[in-house]
């Protein structure tokens, strides 16, 4: 859990409970996991690799319900609003926990008022791909064509506020380059339109992106984590291109609605924690370009709280804003 306790280490940490509590809580019915993007992406993903162990350990079905749509706010709004009784979990990303208070002028919640943290789930490291019509064989390359070019070149994202959003604003300001955004309801339908040259780049989660990449379908320029990543080892870091002040790694993290009682939360934490101890979900986990990560709720809050000052700041001088 290397990666995990890099992340974490730049977050003030509460301190956590000792993990030997006796779980007291157990599901009663089904448990619904949901996923505020569409089907096909990293968090997609990830989240029916982890839900398939935690219902084994937990005695329980966990069903995956996909309810994308306003940069996650509707999966977010129907996870908080829901009972506080830990039958709901929401697998929620960055720009849904961190950015979107930043960026939209009214939200129907507060994501740090309204849910609870359960647990890290995973880190995903990013790449940067455009369509092979784009004469760039490297991140420099297409610098320069987008320089000579400013606002020619167009990139899609998940939606206004995620991190396939912010992460492109970060290295947009970092490059001094500037594009297009189009937003998508999910990485699946942006990627769609990037293999057909509708537009010209994006920066997504690995686990979206590796097999087009390995089809030929676009090209790969640069992986956004601090070094190289084994699924793409012939693919340069962003720090090796030139741009080290653009690092950036997406993650997901389990969360419930605010008020759900301790022990249920300590219960589901317990479970998260075990699922992610199994070589075979960390396998699944590495073959689709997502890491493992897992943290005490306590950390997680710690955590939560330093990324959200970390990309606010992103979308004050991106002046990202949706109304």
């Known amino acids: 859990m290397i990666r995990r306790r890099t992340l974490l280490a730049a977050a003030p940490l509460a301190p956590g409970l000792a993990l030997a509590q006796p779980a007291v809580w157990a599901p009663t019915r089904p448990i619904r996991f949901v996923v505020p993007y569409a089907a096909g992406g990293s968090t997609d993903v990830a989240t029916r690799i982890l839900a398939d162990r935690m219902a084994e350990l937990l005695g329980q079905s966990v069903v995956v319900e996909n309810r994308g749509g306003s940069g996650g706010n509707i999966g977010g709004e129907l996870a908080a609003r829901a009972e506080p009784d830990g039958h709901t979990l929401l697998m929620a990303g960055t720009g849904l926990l961190t950015t979107n208070p930043h960026i939209y002028r009214s939200m129907p919640f507060d994501p740090a008022r309204d849910l609870a943290p359960v647990s890290l789930a995973y880190t995903s490291d990013m790449v940067i791909v455009v369509h092979p019509g784009v004469p760039a064989r490297t991140l420099a390359e297409f610098v320069a064509l987008a320089k000579a070019r400013p606002g020619a070149f167009s990139f899609g994202s998940s939606g206004h506020g995620a991190s396939t959003h912010t992460a492109t604003e970060l290295f947009k300001i970092a490059a001094g380059i500037d594009l297009l955004h189009v937003p998508y309801r ?19 989660q690995i686990a979206g992106a590796v097999g087009n990449i390995r089809a030929g379908q676009v090209r ?5 984590g601090p070094r190289r990543h084994p699924l793409l080892p012939e693919v340069p870091s962003i720090a090796e291109a030139g741009w ?12 419930t609605a605010a008020g759900t009682p301790e022990p249920a939360i300590r219960r589901l934490n317990q479970a998260v924690r075990q699922a992610l101890e199994s070589e075979r979900v960390q396998e699944r986990f590495r073959s689709v370009g997502v890491d493992g990560a897992s943290s005490t709720p306590e950390e997680l809050a710690g955590f939560l709280r330093a990324e959200r000052e970390k990309w606010g700041r992103v979308v004050r001088e991106a002046r990202i804003r949706v109304e």
């Open 186 to 204: 999910g990485s699946g339908a942006a990627m769609n339109d990037l293999v057909a040259g509708t537009i010209q780049m994006m920066l997504l």
């Open 220 to 224: 790969a320029l640069a992986v956004t």
């Open 244 to 255: 080290p002040e653009a690092v950036a790694t997406s993650w997901g993290a389990v969360m």
